[in-house]
Nanobody, 124 residues
Framework: QVQLVESGGGSVQPGGSLRLSCAAS????????VGWFRQAPGKEREGVAC???????RYADPVKGRFTISRDNAKNTLYLEINSLKAEDSAMYYC??????????????????WGQGTQVTVAS
Protein backbone atom coordinates (compact mmCIF):
# COMPACT_ATOMS: atom_id res chain seq x y z
CA GLN A 1 0.00 0.00 0.00
CA VAL A 2 1.42 3.35 -1.06
CA GLN A 3 1.42 6.15 1.48
CA LEU A 4 2.67 9.69 0.99
CA VAL A 5 2.83 11.74 4.18
CA GLU A 6 3.52 15.46 3.93
CA SER A 7 4.85 17.68 6.68
CA GLY A 8 6.46 21.07 7.12
CA GLY A 9 3.61 23.40 6.33
CA GLY A 10 2.73 26.34 8.52
CA SER A 11 2.02 30.02 8.74
CA VAL A 12 4.76 32.40 7.64
CA GLN A 13 5.15 36.06 6.80
CA PRO A 14 5.64 37.25 3.22
CA GLY A 15 9.23 36.77 2.17
CA GLY A 16 9.66 33.81 4.49
CA SER A 17 10.66 30.25 3.71
CA LEU A 18 9.43 26.75 4.36
CA ARG A 19 10.64 23.27 3.59
CA LEU A 20 7.95 20.73 2.87
CA SER A 21 8.70 17.02 3.21
CA CYS A 22 6.95 13.97 1.86
CA ALA A 23 7.83 10.60 3.33
CA ALA A 24 6.90 7.72 1.05
CA SER A 25 6.17 4.13 1.96
CA UNK A 26 5.27 1.33 -0.41
CA UNK A 27 6.77 3.43 -3.20
CA UNK A 28 10.31 4.33 -4.26
CA UNK A 29 10.60 8.06 -4.90
CA UNK A 30 13.41 7.79 -7.45
CA UNK A 31 11.81 5.09 -9.60
CA UNK A 32 9.20 7.21 -11.42
CA UNK A 33 8.54 10.92 -11.65
CA VAL A 34 7.06 12.61 -8.60
CA GLY A 35 6.02 16.13 -7.75
CA TRP A 36 4.08 18.71 -5.78
CA PHE A 37 0.71 20.28 -6.43
CA ARG A 38 -1.18 22.96 -4.57
CA GLN A 39 -4.76 24.11 -4.30
CA ALA A 40 -6.06 27.31 -2.78
CA PRO A 41 -9.71 27.78 -1.77
CA GLY A 42 -11.84 28.55 -4.79
CA LYS A 43 -9.00 27.89 -7.21
CA GLU A 44 -8.06 24.98 -9.43
CA ARG A 45 -5.43 22.47 -8.42
CA GLU A 46 -2.05 23.55 -9.79
CA GLY A 47 1.12 21.57 -10.44
CA VAL A 48 4.10 23.50 -9.08
CA ALA A 49 7.12 21.23 -9.45
CA CYS A 50 8.15 17.75 -10.48
CA UNK A 51 11.31 15.66 -10.63
CA UNK A 52 12.17 12.81 -12.95
CA UNK A 53 13.83 9.54 -12.02
CA UNK A 54 17.03 10.82 -13.64
CA UNK A 55 16.85 13.98 -11.56
CA UNK A 56 15.68 16.58 -14.08
CA UNK A 57 13.20 19.04 -12.66
CA ARG A 58 10.37 21.17 -13.95
CA TYR A 59 8.57 24.14 -12.39
CA ALA A 60 5.43 26.12 -13.01
CA ASP A 61 6.14 29.68 -14.11
CA PRO A 62 4.78 31.37 -10.95
CA VAL A 63 7.28 29.52 -8.75
CA LYS A 64 10.41 29.44 -10.90
CA GLY A 65 13.41 30.76 -9.03
CA ARG A 66 11.66 30.50 -5.66
CA PHE A 67 10.77 26.81 -5.29
CA THR A 68 13.20 23.90 -5.38
CA ILE A 69 12.18 20.27 -5.57
CA SER A 70 14.58 17.57 -4.42
CA ARG A 71 14.63 14.10 -2.99
CA ASP A 72 16.69 12.00 -0.61
CA ASN A 73 16.79 8.50 -2.01
CA ALA A 74 18.22 7.00 1.17
CA LYS A 75 15.33 8.43 3.20
CA ASN A 76 12.82 7.82 0.40
CA THR A 77 11.61 11.36 0.92
CA LEU A 78 10.63 14.17 -1.42
CA TYR A 79 11.14 17.84 -0.53
CA LEU A 80 9.93 21.21 -1.67
CA GLU A 81 11.94 24.22 -0.58
CA ILE A 82 9.83 27.36 -0.80
CA ASN A 83 11.49 30.76 -0.59
CA SER A 84 10.37 34.37 -0.96
CA LEU A 85 6.84 33.36 -0.07
CA LYS A 86 3.98 35.50 -1.33
CA ALA A 87 0.37 35.69 -0.22
CA GLU A 88 -0.66 33.94 -3.42
CA ASP A 89 1.41 30.91 -2.41
CA SER A 90 -1.09 30.18 0.36
CA ALA A 91 -2.62 26.79 -0.39
CA MET A 92 -2.78 23.16 0.56
CA TYR A 93 0.30 21.49 -0.84
CA TYR A 94 0.14 17.87 -2.00
CA CYS A 95 2.89 15.37 -2.68
CA UNK A 96 2.15 13.26 -5.75
CA UNK A 97 3.65 10.14 -7.28
CA UNK A 98 3.29 8.59 -10.70
CA UNK A 99 3.93 5.20 -12.26
CA UNK A 100 5.57 6.65 -15.35
CA UNK A 101 9.11 7.19 -16.59
CA UNK A 102 10.35 9.98 -18.77
CA UNK A 103 9.61 13.68 -18.74
CA UNK A 104 7.68 14.64 -15.64
CA UNK A 105 4.33 16.34 -15.84
CA UNK A 106 2.55 19.20 -14.08
CA UNK A 107 -0.83 17.76 -15.04
CA UNK A 108 -2.80 16.12 -12.25
CA UNK A 109 -3.94 13.22 -14.39
CA UNK A 110 -0.38 11.93 -14.65
CA UNK A 111 -0.27 11.04 -10.97
CA UNK A 112 -1.67 7.94 -9.35
CA UNK A 113 -0.90 8.58 -5.70
CA TRP A 114 -1.64 11.69 -3.64
CA GLY A 115 -0.81 12.61 -0.08
CA GLN A 116 -3.26 14.21 2.35
CA GLY A 117 -1.65 17.62 2.04
CA THR A 118 0.05 20.17 4.26
CA GLN A 119 -1.24 23.73 4.62
CA VAL A 120 0.90 26.74 3.80
CA THR A 121 -0.43 30.12 4.85
CA VAL A 122 1.39 33.35 4.03
CA ALA A 123 0.17 36.37 5.94
CA SER A 124 1.66 39.39 7.66
Amino acid sequence: QVQLVESGGGSVQPGGSLRLSCAASGYTVNRYFVGWFRQAPGKEREGVACIESAGSTRYADPVKGRFTISRDNAKNTLYLEINSLKAEDSAMYYCVASVFFGRCSLVAGAYTYWGQGTQVTVAS
